[in-house]
């Protein structure tokens, strides 16, 4: 299979076509994508629209129209280490304060999710404003899950970034500053003074303006864990006000979340000097790191 905008006339993002392309098992999903998305419009009953191609990398997503006429969101997830439990979280929220889930399937990873309306995103707001939006909405989502649930614990994620780092020991630029992160990745899971269900991955670009709440959360990675790790994806994703006051930024987020600021702290500089990836370059990250290493 080439890389294109078509799957034998089926229409797939290229950016999720991108991502698909790096391992065998994501192409083979891709390559049966198209069977798997019309089997769920007939099973369903759903008219579907074009897939959306901006902020799309990990799933198959597009608007649909259900039988009695509402709006919905059809979303199909690729094979992705970090969203396994997905559609467990969001039928664990149940909408509060994320989108609804009207039907899923587990075998396929596969949703059928409430509309959000207008669906702008949060991040169109400037981002003092998002900062306070995303410490109500992330105050909410953090509860205690039942006994009996399948959600791995955040260590488990942090291991996975922590072999990642260590494969790539050949493009480090500050080797202790990388092991004292490394360490802090199995440190502070360890350390968590309470173990609640995360998000994970939430930034400006998953909560969408909404009719039913104000705001509503789509895509969590979820995770059991330290509620201090879940406030370095927002930060990481202001990055220029980040760089220009490192200290004063976390201050204020924690403070607003209304937790322990040493902790986001130290999650902050750890992720910024231990994780490995190709979006921001670490000589950049660890001039701010150094500066939380304080």
Known sequence: MTISGQLGGFP???????????????????????????????????ELG???????????????????????????GMPHFEGEHEIDAMLFWNGDPT???????????????ERCVPGTMLRTLPEPEQDV?????????????????????????????RQETLDARDRWVDP???????????????????ELLLATDLHAGNVLRSERLPWLVIDPKPFVGDPAYDATQHLLNCAERLAADPI??????ADLLEIDEERVRLWTFARLAAECDDYWPWSDRLQIARTLAL
């Open 12 to 46: 797939v993002p290229e950016s999720l076509a991108v991502t698909c392309s790096k391992t065998e098992e994501r192409t083979r999903w891709l390559e049966g994508l198209p069977q798997l998305v019309r089997g769920l419009a007939l099973r369903w009953e759903l």
């Open 248 to 253: 004063g930024l976390v201050r204020r987020f």
């Open 176 to 194: 202790g500053m990388h092991r004292e992160a490394l360490q802090l990745f199995a440190d502070l899971p360890a350390s968590a003074p309470e």
């Open 133 to 161: 939006v995303m410490a109500d909405v992330l105050r909410r989502l953090w509860r205690k899950p039942p006994e009996s649930h399948p959600f791995r614990p955040l260590a488990a994620m942090c291991a996975n970034w």
């Open 50 to 76: 074009a897939p959306f191609t901006d902020d799309v990398t990990c799933s198959w997503v597009a608007p649909a129209t259900r039988r009695d006429g509402t709006p919905a969101i059809l979303k199909v």
């Open 99 to 113: 989108a609804l889930v009207y039907e899923a399937d587990r075998e396929h990873g596969a949703m059928l999710l």
